[in-house]
């Protein structure tokens, strides 16, 4: 069910324990309850049907020596001997005759159908009932010496009572119970469920590029298990990550001799373009532009190597973020984009000014290469110390189900695949963005085209 994928596993343990607990106590509680109001009852019972029988012989020896005197003698002298709240009835199966009570407002009409039925028959007979909102055993005695049936009613009050009180226990004890077992859960499943979160901090360490994290070994064998073969796994990931990073940092820094020797014979020819033919000049064009998008591209791979391998640190400055902002800008072609400094912007900021260089002359290229040009450029200060720079342009924007991906390496976005460019100008400012603590992202422009935005702490700690 879907409340239950959504239930965190920790919870789902603490449930089960406390659902244990609780259908456990509930039976036991039932159980325990029901046995004894049974035996109770059943007591009860049995007393009042023993009580019933010596106050009818008490009756009939009274009727035996001096009958005119019988309602007397069950007003007074039988009614000391019956519990308090009690009564009694002496009635005459002969309607004719009266009817003698302990309670005058008592009759044998009150007691149940199927006992006053049981003594006309010439029987006994037992049941419970509740007469004017209270509980009472009633034991129906037949006396055939003179046709009379005797009628004793029994209060269940005290019986009541300790059943409550019983009722009352088992219930905090099934309640404390509940929360014993419930914090037993929460603590079992935390106990179990630590490795787990060892594993997945870990993982998630090893994810944000601490390739030499690794789990400590387990007094448990099957946890030590686990740890070893996580471990492995990680060994099995750096060494690969490793490799490749290796592989791409020697390819790129092995290339950029012949390319630098390319490059400036290209130079070369294309300074003397106006010596070679028509035809030759076009070829000459093609190549030119390629060669220097081969050489920025070598250039781009071997920073980013240095940025995996982490060879890079921060070389904080003390600068006017706007002032630099407004040179960079100039430097790159966009002396004519507005720099737009929103309020309470702080300019006097601490920043790498390389790093924050290559992000802004990325993002402006990235204008010029796929929307067109720049059309403004903002700074505007966040919570937290932190501060937002954008740059927007008119182009055709970034399709939502690519702004994911639009920042990975030589991803390139539909607008832009047949464009001149490298495919790893935003993955540069995206990796140097983390570098300084910061994040890039992209949106959409009102009016319509791209806001590429980076989101930089304002005091950068080295």
Known sequence: MAWQRSLRLRTRVTLFFALIALFAGSVLIGVTYGFARSTLLA??????????????????????????????????ELRFRIDDNGFANLGSLDPTRPRAGTDT???????????????????????????????????????????????????LGDTER??????????????????LATLFGFSTSRRLLRPLSRVADAAEEIASGGLDTRLDEESDPDLDRLAGSFNDMADAVQTRIEREARFASDVSHELRSPITALTAAVEVLDARREEVPERTRQALDVVVSQVRRFDSMVIDLLELSRLDAGATDLNLERLDIVDLTRRIAARYGATDVPIEVANRTRTEVSIDKVRYERILSNLVENAQHHGG??????????????????????????ARGEREHIFERFARGS?????????????????????????AWVEDRQGGGARFIVELPSEVNA
Do not use: W
């Open 43 to 76: 007591r009860e019972n049995t007393a009042a049907r023993d009580q019933t029988i010596i106050h009818a012989d008490l009756l009939l020896q009274q009727l035996e020596e001096n009958p005119q005197t019988i309602n007397v003698f069950v007003d007074t």
């Open 415 to 439: 607008s832009a695949r047949h464009r001149i460019g490298t495919g790893l100008g935003l993955a540069l400012v995206a990796e140097h963005c983390a570098a300084m603590g910061g994040a």
């Open 105 to 155: 407002q008592r009759k044998v009409d009150d007691y149940p159908e199927v006992i006053v039925r049981a003594v006309e028959q010439g029987g006994n007979g037992t049941a419970y009932v509740g007469i004017d909102g209270q509980n009472y055993v009633v034991v129906g005695v037949y006396i055939g010496a003179f046709d009379v049936g005797y009628y004793e009613a029994f209060p």
């Open 373 to 398: 040009g720049a059309l403004s450029i903002q700074l505007a200060p966040v919570a937290g110390s932190r501060m937002r720079i954008t740059v927007e342009d008119g182009g055709p924007g970034v």
């Open 162 to 179: 300790t059943l409550r009180a019983i009722f009352t226990a088992l219930a905090l004890g099934g309640i404390g119970t509940l929360v």
